[in-house]
Nanobody, 119 residues
Framework: QVQLTELGGGLVQAGGSLSLSCSCR????????MGWYRQVPGKEREFVAS???????VYSDSVKGRFTASRNNGLNTAYLQMDNLKPEDTAVYYC?????????????WGQGTQVTVSS
C-alpha cells in the first residue's frame, strides 16, 4: 500500500502564497509522477499540476504562471508552491502518486489539506 503524507495548506488572503508538500517512501517516490488535484464540495476533483521523475511539469490553465510544482528526490518529497492565490483557489488539495513503470501499477492519494483564500 502506497502512503502519502501531505503537509501545508491553511488560510491566506488573496494575493498571498502557500506551499504544500507530499512525501512517501523512497522506492515509490523515485518511480512516481507526483500530481496535485483539488476539490470543492459538490464538484469533481480537478487536476492542478504534475511533475514527473524527470521533473517535467504540467499545469492546468487556471493555475499556470501562479503555481509551481517541484520535487526533491533526496527527501522523497514533492512540493506545490502557490503564489498570487485567488478566492477561487479555495479547495481541498490532494497529492497523488502514479507509477511511471509499466510493471507496477498504483494510483495513490494523500489525505487532503484545506486551502482557503479570503477576498
Amino acid at each position: 500500500q502506497v502512503q502519502l503524507t501531505e503537509l501545508g495548506g491553511g488560510l491566506v488572503q488573496a494575493g498571498g502564497s502557500l506551499s504544500l508538500s507530499c512525501s512517501c517512501r523512497a522506492n515509490i517516490f523515485e518511480i512516481s509522477t507526483m500530481g496535485w488535484y483539488r476539490q470543492v464540495p459538490g464538484k469533481e476533483r480537478e487536476f492542478v499540476a504534475s511533475i514527473t521523475v524527470g521533473s517535467s511539469t504540467v499545469y492546468s490553465d487556471s493555475v499556470k504562471g501562479r503555481f509551481t510544482a517541484s520535487r526533491n528526490n533526496g527527501l522523497n518529497t514533492a512540493y506545490l508552491q502557490m503564489d498570487n492565490l485567488k478566492p477561487e483557489d479555495t479547495a481541498v488539495y490532494y497529492c497523488n502518486a502514479k507509477s511511471e513503470e509499466a510493471w507496477l501499477y498504483y494510483d495513490a492519494w494523500g489525505q487532503g489539506t484545506q486551502v482557503t483564500v479570503s477576498s
